[in-house]
Every structure is written in structure tokens, then in C-alpha cells.
């Protein structure tokens, strides 16, 4: 199974990014081909429709590519303000848009249909960004995901990391374990033939 795993931040330290390292660790370990993909690595403005009438830019085209190849996701989405970052939005933004131009590319939902998403968040408050996946569940769905009902949020992050970036809670581990096997059980039985 193809899984992709991103944050929804691009900071150095970001317990989001930590928890994405996790998973994509734990998805290999299982047998998984995982693309850990980090966002700062492509260079996507806040999208503007007047500079997409200008052609797409290559690393939303790239972005593109890459989540089509992918039937399983999982993200892990910092919470601000109670919802999810601009930086999600904005990249599922352009995701979904569609280029008008490229035939192969002028259905929108191309990239993001059929996905089987597990959602999972961190956040230093108690809450773990729990709100978040509340916001961002009816956005994935609009883009015709499948969401795992299976998720967690990981509450009072600073602490709960080692050096090394692994889990240093047992049942924290367990929660990430159970929302990476069902998105990769309901993966391979939503794929074709
Ligand atoms: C936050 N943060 C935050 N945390 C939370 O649990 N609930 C919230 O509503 C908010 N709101 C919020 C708004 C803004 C503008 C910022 C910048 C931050 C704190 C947030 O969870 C914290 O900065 C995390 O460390 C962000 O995730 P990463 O970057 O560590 O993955």
C-alpha cells in the first residue's frame, strides 16, 4: 500500500512534523511504501485565481501528482484558533482546483477522490488539536475522501516525545497504531480491481 503522510506545519520543532515521523516510521515498519512528504519542500503561494489563470504552479502540479498516486493519507494538523493552518487549507486549496488547460488535470477532484484519510493532530494544550480534525473532516469530505473513523489527538505534545522523536507513551503509540491500520485496511479494499 502507497501511503502518504504530511503536517500541516512547516516549523523546525513542530510536534505535528514529529507525529507525521512517527507514523511514517511505524507505516514502514508494517510493510508500507510511505512518502513522508514535508510542505516546505514545495513552493506553493496562497492561491490566487488571476495567477493560476497564468498556469498552475509546478509544485502544486508536482503536489498533484503525488497525492493521486497515493490511496491512503494521513495528516497530522496543528490547531490554530480552533480550526486548522492556513497552510492546509491553502495547499487542499490548490489541490483541488482544476487546471483547465491539461485535459488529464481539468477534473478537480483527480488528486483527492477516493482517498482513504486518517486524521491525527498534536498540540501543547489539552486538547491535542482535536477542533482541528473537527474542521478539517467536512473540508476532505467536500473533496471526496473517505475518512477513517478511527483518529487522535495528542494532547500536552511538549512532553510527550523523546530525543529521538518517538512516542514515550505506550498508549499514545497504541492511538497512532489503530488510526494507521484502519487507513491502510479500508486502503486495500477501496482500491480498483
Ligand atoms: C495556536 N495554538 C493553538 N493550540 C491549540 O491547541 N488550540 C488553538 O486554538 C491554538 N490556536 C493557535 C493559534 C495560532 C495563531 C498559533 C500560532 C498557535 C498553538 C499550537 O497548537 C502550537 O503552536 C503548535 O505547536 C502548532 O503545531 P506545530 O507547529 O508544533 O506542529
Not at 493519507?73 to 490554530?80: G, K, S, V
Not at 487522535?152 to 497512532?176: I, S
Request: proline share 6%.
Amino acid at each position: 500500500m502507497r501511503l502518504l503522510v504530511f503536517a500541516g506545519s512547516t516549523r523546525q520543532h513542530s510536534y505535528n512534523r514529529r507525529l507525521a515521523g512517527v507514523v511514517a516510521r511505524m507505516a514502514r515498519q508494517q510493510g508500507a511504501e510511505v512518502t513522508h512528504l514535508e510542505l516546505a519542500e514545495f513552493e506553493v503561494p496562497m492561491y490566487n485565481a488571476d495567477l493560476e489563470a497564468g498556469g498552475t504552479p509546478p509544485d502544486v502540479m508536482r503536489l498533484k501528482q503525488i497525492a493521486w498516486e497515493h490511496p491512503a493519507w494521513i495528516i497530522c494538523a496543528p490547531e490554530y484558533n480552533a480550526s486548522y493552518p492556513a497552510l492546509l487549507k491553502n495547499t487542499l486549496d490548490w489541490l483541488s482546483s482544476p487546471v483547465k488547460s491539461d485535459p488529464l488535470w481539468s477534473d478537480g477532484l483527480r488528486s483527492t477522490r477516493g482517498k482513504v484519510v486518517g486524521l491525527l493532530s498534536a498540540s501543547p494544550g489539552a486538547l491535542g488539536g482535536l477542533r482541528s480534525q473537527g474542521h478539517l473532516a467536512p473540508l476532505l469530505l467536500s473533496l471526496h475522501c473517505w475518512l477513517a473513523p478511527e483518529h487522535y489527538a495528542l494532547g500536552r505534545a511538549a512532553e510527550a516525545f523523546d530525543a529521538a522523536g518517538e512516542l514515550v507513551d505506550d498508549g499514545a503509540r497504541r492511538r497512532v497504531q489503530a488510526v494507521l491500520g484502519q487507513v491502510l485496511w479500508a486502503a486495500a479494499r477501496l482500491q480498483p480491481g
